[in-house]
């Protein structure tokens, strides 16, 4: 199966920019549903955001406009630029890979998973 490894996330105060990226071990990002996902301590694992094999995008309401996500496929990576970053953003983040098509942010939509990226924005 799949490995997926992010990187990118730290530390940074409210209203800065995070730039994540995961790296797959085979073409998975070319070919699948990915996503991105943030779990805070005590809450549920939400789903972020959404791209899928033809770069149709989809959001969760709370990063509507400030998020982007995106893929270069040559470098088998996923990207998650966050911007305008606010405290209730804090969680660990992850990537996840899908099946071929995306259909919506719920974590059962998803097979694969990384470790995680810690963000932490502080206000």
Do not use: H
């Not at 899928?52 to 893929?71: H, M, N, P, Q, W």
């Not at 059962?108 to 998973?113: H, V």
Request: net charge neutral; charged share 20%; proline share 2%.
């Amino acid at each position: 199966q799949v490995q997926l490894v992010e990187s990118g996330g730290g530390s940074v105060q409210a209203g800065g920019s995070l730039r994540l990226s995961c790296v797959a071990s085979d073409d998975t990002v070319r070919d699948a549903c990915m996503g991105w996902f943030r779990q805070a301590p005590g809450k549920m694992r939400e789903g972020v955001a959404s791209i899928d094999s033809v770069g149709t995008t989809l959001y969760a309401d709370s990063v509507e406009a400030r998020f982007t996500i995106s893929k270069d496929t040559a470098k088998k990576t996923l990207y998650l630029q966050m911007d305008r970053l606010k405290p209730d953003d804090s969680a660990m983040y992850y990537c996840a890979a899908g099946y071929r098509w995306c259909t919506g942010l719920l974590p059962t939509g998803f097979r694969n998973w990384g470790q995680g990226t810690q963000v932490t924005v502080s206000s």
